[in-house]
Each structure stands twice: as structure tokens, then as C-alpha cells.
């Protein structure tokens, strides 16, 4: 059931399904995603919904959309510690490097589903994932930096929102099924 399942009891675990929820109303409060607009669009040639769940599902994986979250959990590996954070923001600022889950199309300030996910990153006790604490480090320095500031450039959900799923036991392309689930509705 996604994660969402104690271990011990193989029950619906509450805070993870709150936490769920949450997540994906905040997704499905944004408007229109990617994978939305590509299951409709692949609908409206009256094609069976197995068809459009897979353009949906391809849409996802996108490094624009979903593919972005994965990137991100990819360049915290890479960063490994909280020490390397400001070598890393430099690199980015020298363009040696790319900080996946900064900055947004529609936003020019800070996304304002960002506050709400560390919410529910703070409802599923993450204090001792130590890529977390890289995230937050990255988020400190940027937000003090004029080169990120100047530009626009804040932390978007999925800067923080790969952290939902991987805190539920998945990987973070199981996230997936939330922007499919939208798709669908």
C-alpha cells in the first residue's frame, strides 16, 4: 500500500497516510501538472485509459517534472556530508554544477508548497537523515547568497518533497503515483 502500512501491525499507519494526503492535496491544489496535461491530451484521442496512464507515467519520469526529484536525491548522494554544501553552492554559482529543485517556472519567490512539506517531513521525524540535513544546509546558504537571491532561485517542492516518499520506505521515484492518481481522477 505504498508505504503507508505499519511493519508490525500491517495496518494503515496514520501519520504516514496523513502525511500522504497532505502531500498529494498539496500537489493536486498547484493546478495543472505535466502528467495531468498529458494524460488528457492522450485521453482526448479516445484512447483506452491504460494508454493514458502510461503518458502520464512517461511524462513523470521527465527530468522536468519527477525526473527533477530523482536528479535531486542523485546530486545530495553526490554532495555526501553538510560540510561539502558550500564547495557545492559554489560550483553552482560557477555553473560547474546543477542544483536540481531550486527555482521554478511559475514562481519567482519562494513555492509556497515548500513550508507545508517540511510539515510533513517534521510529522515523519526525518532529524537524523543526514541528506535532510544537506537539503536544509543548501537552503541556508542559498537563501543568504545574493547570486540566488538576485535571481529568484528558492527551493521548490521537490527539493523537499523526494523526502516524503523515501521516508515511507519508497524510492523516490514512487512518488510517481501521486501525480498519476491526479492524472486519473
Do not use: W
Amino acid at each position: 500500500m505504498a508505504g503507508l502500512l505499519d511493519r508490525h501491525s500491517s495496518r494503515p499507519d496514520p501519520t504516514k497516510l496523513s502525511c500522504f494526503r497532505r502531500f498529494a492535496m498539496l500537489n493536486a491544489d498547484h493546478g495543472m501538472a505535466l502528467t495531468v496535461f498529458s494524460a488528457l491530451v492522450t485521453a482526448s484521442s479516445l484512447t483506452d485509459p491504460i494508454s493514458c496512464l502510461i503518458s502520464a507515467v512517461a511524462a513523470a519520469y521527465g527530468p522536468l517534472h519527477f525526473g527533477a526529484t530523482v536528479s535531486a536525491q542523485r546530486t545530495l548522494r553526490e554532495i555526501g556530508s553538510t560540510d561539502k554544501v558550500p564547495e557545492f553552492i559554489e560550483g553552482v554559482k560557477n555553473r560547474r554544477t546543477k542544483l536540481f529543485g531550486y527555482g521554478h517556472r511559475s514562481y519567482k519567490g519562494l513555492d509556497p508548497r515548500v513550508r507545508p512539506i517540511q510539515s510533513i517531513l517534521k510529522d515523519l521525524d526525518l532529524s537524523k537523515n543526514d541528506y535532510l540535513k544537506i537539503t536544509e544546509r543548501i537552503e541556508e546558504i542559498a537563501s543568504a547568497d545574493d547570486y540566488f537571491r538576485h535571481r529568484g532561485l528558492y527551493p521548490n517542492a521537490d527539493f523537499y518533497g523526494n523526502f516524503v516518499f523515501t521516508a515511507m520506505d519508497n524510492g523516490p521515484l514512487a512518488g510517481i503515483h501521486v501525480y498519476v492518481l491526479i492524472a486519473v481522477r
